[in-house]
């Protein structure tokens, strides 16, 4: 039994006329009556009482016709559940993230595609670097990355979600705690944390830029893994961290004093990157709804278009 034999027996139950429910069919009468004979067969019952002047259903096929029916709507409920959901409505989005800056930003994308796409599926990676994940775009193992870079990789698409500015983070017994701007002039003597040098972070390499052009190479005394490890030898006074605002947003920093930079130091920019040769439809409307989720500074002229690549 297949659902086209169940819509025969539908038809002639309903018209009560095998010529009638052949024309309904679009099918001729001699082969709807060897499928309905076909149908009894499997069943073991007769359905129809068939004479030269009517047709009419048996106590059997009273009782058929009823689930009959809910077989052909359920077809039908289920091909709608399909085709009704456009492209790149359900599916899976890789994306990736590091660092304590970027948790907020994770969050509003997240909550903004559940309510909109609850068919896609964020699959979400954390890293230490931006920098990791930024390698895992390029590789086809992520779709999507937060990401920051001093210049594009080929082949990525990307849009601007944040611009983030570089500030100076102080033992809150530093004896320029109380100053409202830093000047990296008066800190020529001072030790400084930062994260590792092999870690490809933008704030270190920025950080060091900073510093030369101000006249002097930084002192750095202690190296460390994350921003959380940085802002705990900050409060413990061990030196002085150059990050980004962001950070201040995300993290608790009891001892810590974050201050503005006298230097204007162009703000690092904060994008969602991902593959132009990624043919991911999800990833589209995930793209398409950060616009909404995370907008960005507005006045950046050089954002890509969601619909690049």
């Given at each position: 039994?297949?659902?086209?034999?169940?819509?025969?027996?539908?038809?002639?139950?309903?018209?009560?006329?095998?010529?009638?429910?052949?024309?309904?069919?679009?099918?001729?009468?001699?082969?709807?009556?060897?499928?309905?004979?076909?149908?009894?067969?499997?069943?073991?019952?007769?359905?129809?009482?068939?004479?030269?002047?009517?047709?009419?259903?048996?106590?059997?096929?009273?009782?058929?016709?009823?689930?009959?029916?809910?077989?052909?709507?359920?077809?039908?409920?289920?091909?709608?559940?399909?085709?009704?959901?456009?492209?790149?409505?359900?599916?899976?989005?890789?994306?990736?993230?590091?660092?304590?800056?970027?948790?907020?930003?994770?969050?509003?994308?997240?909550?903004?595609?559940?309510?909109?796409?609850?068919?896609?599926?964020?699959?979400?990676?954390?890293?230490?670097?931006?920098?990791?994940?930024?390698?895992?775009?390029?590789?086809?193992?992520?779709?999507?990355?937060?990401?920051?870079?001093?210049?594009?990789?080929?082949?990525?698409?990307?849009?601007?979600?944040?611009?983030?500015?570089?500030?100076?983070?102080?033992?809150?017994?530093?004896?320029?705690?109380h100053e409202s701007e830093i000047d990296l002039r008066d800190l020529t003597d001072e030790p400084f944390l930062t994260l590792p040098a092999d870690s490809g972070s933008i704030v270190r390499e920025s950080f060091v830029r900073a510093t030369q052009a101000a006249g002097y190479a930084p002192r750095i005394v202690q190296e460390a893994p994350d921003s959380w490890t940085l802002m705990a030898l900050v409060a413990a006074g061990v030196g002085c961290n150059l990050t980004v605002s962001t950070i201040f947003d995300n993290l608790v920093t009891p001892g810590v004093v974050c201050r503005p930079l006298k230097q204007r130091i162009k703000p690092l920019e904060v994008r969602l990157a991902w593959l132009k040769s990624n043919r991911n439809s999800a990833l589209r409307q995930v793209v398409k709804l950060s616009v909404r989720a995370l907008p960005g500074p507005a006045s950046d002229e050089d954002e890509k278009s969601p619909q690049n690549g």
């Open positions: 039994m297949d659902l086209s034999d169940i819509r025969a027996f539908l038809a002639v139950a309903e018209e009560l006329h095998f010529t009638r429910a052949a024309e309904r069919l679009h099918m001729g009468q001699p082969p709807l009556s060897r499928t309905i004979k076909e149908l009894e067969r499997e069943l073991g019952c007769q359905l129809f009482d068939r004479s030269t002047r009517s047709v009419t259903l048996t106590p059997q096929g009273h009782a058929f016709f009823q689930p009959a029916k809910k077989v052909v709507e359920a077809f039908y409920d289920a091909r709608s559940a399909v085709t009704d959901i456009g492209p790149g409505s359900i599916g899976r989005v890789r994306i990736g993230f590091s660092g304590a800056s970027t948790y907020r930003m994770i969050g509003q994308l997240a909550r903004t595609v559940n309510a909109e796409y609850p068919g896609i599926e964020l699959v979400l990676d954390s890293s230490t670097y931006a920098d990791q994940g930024l390698k895992k775009v390029l590789n086809g193992s992520l779709d999507l990355g937060i990401v920051r870079w001093l210049a594009p990789p080929q082949g990525v698409a990307s849009r601007v979600i944040s611009k983030e500015e570089l500030v100076m983070a102080l033992p809150a017994h530093h004896r320029l705690a």
